[in-house]
């Protein structure tokens, strides 16, 4: 059996499905599904006319449960603190499955305040962190650039988390593609535009913004735009950890890359275009080098914007499509694809397997937005987006 649905054929007088289980989206949340479940044996099948094009395309690749924590958002922080701590594993797992490199680092975050009210509004986030048992350490400014010599010299303070890493999505995505494949998913470049059009004993829905018309979830787009820099020369950035601050109330992020490049972002707006603004870049690249000087000096060599799939309590929805046991959705992850990829394709795959959902997907299934009241949801936070 397969999440409580026969596997072998549709019905008694029907012929077998071609599928144990068809994924619906190839971004990084289903194909590591299709990976984990092809590597347990079954039929699977992924379909979509442009893998790795959604949100993953445009992503920096933070893997921070603790620096994303926020307020209002527990039962969520924890999802996160549960996927990061496979991380490891997964990408030596991946690394080995693919025979590639997927820009894994574990140097750790460091969270700063350029200003008084920065570093006043970082501290309230920290002090909440920490009630939760995070592991994240307040710094000085000296201590931060004797981590960071790069900093400027205006940061007033900030705090270092070890666990919260990073990858690089632009390699994760053709990595999870290639571990899929050579463990048996076959690839069908067609998107799915209903669901009676999949032929497979259950369907898995990772379709990211798409997964609103697929299933009738609120899944909308959350626009973000983001800029990449390259650091002259072609050498390493003057930066190693992930610096994510604040900067006169600016929210920014700067990942550095391995081969010299640095992804700086990101925006979060309301709305379902992908335009990049002026005004948008700008903002970016006046915080990003308010915290790192020298990031004037780099060249800048792409500025995309893409739609993160939000949810109305910007959690994701994993789980069975409420009157449609042989449906699954996994989708909704919003800021956070990346990070909850493992855990996300775990759960997945131990629900098509067994048809006995894990607990810690119960606040996050679909039926809390159908009134039915089984356990509730995560958490609503009535915070903005802090960090992102």
């Not at 499905?17 to 971004?27: K, M």
């Not at 995070?134 to 205006?154: F, Q």
């Not at 379902?272 to 002026?278: L, N």
């Not at 915080?287 to 910007?314: C, H, K, Q, S």
Request: glycine content about 12%.
């Amino acid at each position: 059996m397969l999440g409580g649905v026969p596997s072998s054929t549709k019905s008694a007088n029907k012929e077998p499905f071609l599928a144990d289980v068809a994924v619906v989206g190839a971004g990084p949340i289903g194909l590591a599904v299709a990976w984990r479940c092809a590597a347990r044996g079954l039929r699977v099948t992924v379909h979509d006319s442009a893998p790795g094009s959604g949100a993953s395309a445009v992503a920096a690749g933070m893997l921070s449960p603790v620096a994303e924590a926020y307020f209002g958002e527990r039962q969520l922080t924890e999802l996160l603190v549960a996927s990061a701590a496979r991380w490891p594993a997964f990408a030596a797992e991946l690394t080995e499955a693919a025979g590639a490199e997927i820009g894994y680092r574990t140097e750790g975050t460091l969270l700063v305040g350029l200003t008084g009210d920065d570093l006043a509004e970082a501290s309230r986030l920290l002090a909440y962190q920490q009630g939760l048992g995070l592991p994240v350490t307040p710094l000085r400014p000296t201590e931060l650039r004797d981590r960071e010599p790069a900093l400027a010299p205006r940061v007033r303070g900030g705090a270092f988390s070890p666990t919260d890493h990073q990858v690089d999505p632009r390699r994760l995505v053709p990595a999870l593609h290639t571990a899929a494949r050579r463990a048996g998913a076959v690839f069908v470049p067609q998107a799915v535009r209903r669901l009676s059009e999949v032929d497979a004993g259950i369907t898995v829905v990772a379709a990211g913004c798409g997964a609103a018309a697929l299933t009738g979830l609120p899944v909308r787009p959350v626009k973000g735009q983001i800029l990449r820099l390259r650091a002259p020369g072609g050498v390493a950035p003057g930066f190693r950890h992930v610096i994510r601050g604040y900067a006169d109330g600016e929210s920014v992020y700067l990942v550095p890359r391995a081969d010299g490049e640095v992804v700086l972002g990101a925006t979060v707006e309301e709305r379902a275009d992908t335009t990049v603004t002026a005004g948008a870049v700008l903002r970016l690249l006046r915080a990003g080098v308010d915290l790192l000087p020298e990031l004037a000096e780099y060249d800048l060599v792409e500025t995309i914007a893409g739609l993160r799939p939000g949810t109305p309590d910007n959690a994701p929805i994993l789980g069975p499509l409420p009157g449609r046991p042989d449906v699954l959705v996994a989708t909704g992850h919003h800021r956070h694809g990346i990070v909850l990829a493992p855990v996300t394709a775990d759960l997945i795959a131990d629900l098509v397997i067994s048809g006995v959902p894990d607990p810690l997907l119960a606040p996050f299934r679909p039926d809390r937005f159908t009134g039915v009241p089984d356990g509730g949801g995560p958490d609503r936070t009535t915070e903005g987006d802090r960090w992102s």
